[in-house]
C-alpha cells in the first residue's frame, strides 16, 4: 500500500517543476517580444487631411449635391514596416454642434495599395453626394453653414490591413482614420488648415 505522505512531496515537487518551466517560457516570450520591438521599431503612421473642398454644391428641397474633395498623406516613419492596404472605405459626415455626427452624407471605396517603409502615400478622395436625402435638422445645419461660408466636417476611413517586415505578413486587421473637425470653406479652400487623423487598430 502506497503511503500517502511519500506521494505529497513528489506532488509538489511536479507542481514546482511545471511553475518553473512555466516561469521560463513566460521569459523567453517576453525576451522575444521585447528584442523584436528593438529590432523593428515599430512608429505610428501620421495621417494628416492636407486640402479640403466642396464643389458643384446644390441643396434644394431637403436633398444635396456636392462633391467632397480630400486630399490625406499617410505618412509611415517606421524603417522596417511596410502596409498593405487591402480594402479601404472613405465617408464623409457632417459635424453638429449639438450632438455627435450619424449621417453620412458621401462614400467611396477607395483602390487598394502598397505602401513601403519610409514612404508618404497620397490619397485623393472625391466623395460625391448624388441626390442625398437629408433630415430636417441636416438641412438646416448645411443651410446655415452655406450662408456662413464654411461647414465643419468628419471623414472616416475604415481599412483592411496587414503590416510586413521582411518576409512575414500579420493577419488582417481593421484600421479605423477619423479626421475632425475639418472646417471648409465653400469659395476658399486654399484657405484650408491641415488637420492631423487619430487612428487606431
Keep these: ?8 512531496p513528489r506532488h509538489s515537487k511536479l507542481l514546482r517543476y511545471i511553475v518553473i518551466v512555466l516561469l521560463v517560457l513566460i521569459i523567453l516570450v517576453g525576451l522575444a517580444v521585447l528584442i523584436t520591438w528593438l529590432v523593428i521599431k515599430p512608429r505610428r503612421i501620421v495621417y494628416t487631411v492636407e486640402e479640403a473642398s466642396i464643389k458643384h454644391y446644390n441643396l434644394t428641397k431637403n436633398h444635396l449635391n456636392a462633391t467632397f474633395e480630400f486630399s490625406i498623406a499617410a505618412a509611415n516613419p517606421s524603417s522596417k514596416i511596410s502596409i498593405y492596404y487591402d480594402s479601404i472605405k472613405a465617408s464623409v459626415k457632417i459635424m453638429k454642434y449639438y450632438e455627435s455626427s450619424k449621417t453620412t452624407i458621401a462614400s467611396e471605396v477607395v483602390d487598394p495599395f502598397f505602401q513601403p517603409h519610409r514612404n508618404v502615400t497620397t490619397l485623393d478622395l472625391k466623395l460625391v453626394a448624388q441626390n442625398m436625402p437629408l433630415s430636417g435638422s441636416d438641412y438646416k445645419d448645411i443651410g446655415h453653414a452655406r450662408t456662413s461660408g464654411k461647414i465643419e466636417l468628419k471623414v472616416s476611413l475604415d481599412a483592411r490591413v496587414r503590416f510586413k517586415v521582411g518576409m512575414l ?17 465653400f469659395s476658399r479652400p486654399k484657405n484650408f488648415d ?7 487598430l
Design 169 to 185: 505578413k500579420s493577419r488582417k486587421r481593421t484600421l479605423h482614420i477619423r479626421c475632425y473637425p475639418l472646417i471648409v470653406s
Design 1 to 8: 500500500m502506497a503511503n500517502p505522505t511519500s506521494q505529497q
Design 194 to 200: 491641415p488637420r492631423n487623423c487619430t487612428s487606431e
